[in-house]
């Protein structure tokens, strides 16, 4: 089974820069999660997306932002990348926001700042 | 997090052995999730228990769900070395849809 896709697996930045993460939800899900999960820490949520519009914000910091397309793929785009922000990198999805269903993790992003 | 502590923080048992893991949480919650992640690896869907259930299984999975404590567990019985990984709670808060983790146990199964 088709299961939720991100790229890249992994991504070196330094300071100051930016980064971009897609994820690709499994098909005929219209629901995507960020989640960021930090060394030895348990994922935190981010930001969520259903039918192309924002549905829930979490500790999401303002040089982060994000957005889900026509195609219900999406983006976390990161700038002025600090330290702390190294981190992976979770995007999951499922079938339906309104009714509590499982979501369905990606393999993560590593994304090492340097 | 606005999730509670899970319990233990560690375990290390015996190939064969049960293995109990505990969460307990803060607000109220449409239902419960159990994800498992090896080592730097993604989470996988182990159980999803809904607030209305007390008692769940999935092959050596055994989950309860106490609202009135709001505490669950897991149990995985006849444990396997390649049972070694975190195991987290997640809940859905009640109100939202985002998942809130639990600190997570690190179970190590040794053959």
């Known amino acids: 089974a088709a299961g939720v896709i991100q790229s890249p697996r992994h991504l070196i930045k330094e300071k100051r820069e930016t980064a971009t993460l897609k994820c690709y939800p499994i098909p005929r899900h219209d629901t995507v999660y960020w989640y960021q999960q930090g060394p030895g820490q348990d994922p935190q949520f981010l930001i969520s997306f259903y039918e192309k519009m924002q549905s829930d914000k979490g500790s999401i910091p303002d040089r982060f932002s994000a957005q889900q397309f026509s195609d219900y793929h999406s983006e976390l785009n990161m700038s002025s990348l600090e330290l702390g922000d190294s981190a992976l990198y979770f995007c999951?999805?499922?079938?339906?926001?309104?009714?509590?269903?499982?979501?369905?993790f990606g393999p993560g992003t590593r994304l090492t700042v340097l | 997090s606005q999730q509670g502590e899970e319990d233990p923080q560690a375990l290390s048992i015996q190939e064969g052995e049960n293995a109990t893991m505990n969460c307990s949480y803060k607000t109220s919650i449409n239902n419960l999730q159990w994800y498992r992640q090896n080592s730097g690896r993604g989470l996988v869907h182990l159980i999803l228990?809904?607030?209305?259930?007390r008692e769940k299984h999935s092959g050596r999975l055994r989950v309860t769900l106490d609202t009135s404590k709001k505490s669950s567990s897991l149990l995985i019985t006849a444990s396997r070395a390649a049972d070694t990984a975190s195991y987290f709670c997640?809940?859905?808060?009640?109100?939202?849809?985002?998942?809130?983790f639990g600190k997570g146990t690190s179970l190590l199964v040794t053959p």
């Open positions: 997640a809940t859905d808060g009640g109100s939202g849809y985002a998942l809130n």
């Open positions: 228990i809904r607030s209305n259930e």
């Open positions: 999951a999805s499922s079938p339906d926001r309104g009714s509590t269903d499982t979501q369905y």
